[in-house]
Nanobody, 126 residues
Framework: QVHLVESGGGLVQTGDSLGLTCAVSGLTVSRASVAWFRQAPGKEREFVAGIFRSGGNTYYKDSVKGRFTISRDGLKNMLYLQMNSLLPEDTAVYSC???????????????????WGQGTQVTVFS
């Protein structure tokens, strides 16, 4: 059985940094495609960052490039999202997701992921 559990959310000021962690069990993160998504109130869930299973290349939403960094630790079976220079528009519930079968063109599509964490709230105030 696959489980993903996020931690690290919180309330921060504009310009602050925050690190999110996703503990994964039941599958090997280094052999899966993994990603972070976020959903703000009244908005659709959107892709933030992802790592494709083959090659380990990383991909980012344009608005977070240069500020956010996604990484994974195969030994600890963990997924991370380091968020720097946070802005109020980054406020959302952040969720980690994993898939062992998606193709690269679907990396940014929530429907391509079979496994999800419960989400953690990130609130950035000005």
């Amino acid at each position: 059985q696959v489980h993903l559990v996020e931690s690290g959310g919180g309330l921060v000021q504009t310009g602050d940094s925050l690190g999110l962690t996703c503990a994964v069990s039941g599958l090997t993160v280094s052999r899966a495609s993994v990603a972070w998504f976020r959903q703000a109130p009244g908005k659709e869930r959107e892709f933030v960052a992802g790592i494709f299973r083959s090659g380990g290349n990383t991909y980012y939403k344009d608005s977070v490039k240069g500020r956010f960094t996604i990484s994974r630790d195969g030994l600890k079976n963990m997924l991370y999202l380091q968020m720097n220079s946070l802005l109020p528009e980054d406020t959302a519930v952040y969720s980690c997701a994993a898939s062992t079968t998606l193709i690269l063109s679907s990396l940014g599509s929530p429907r391509a992921y079979a496994y999800w964490g419960q989400g953690t709230q990130v609130t950035v105030f000005s």
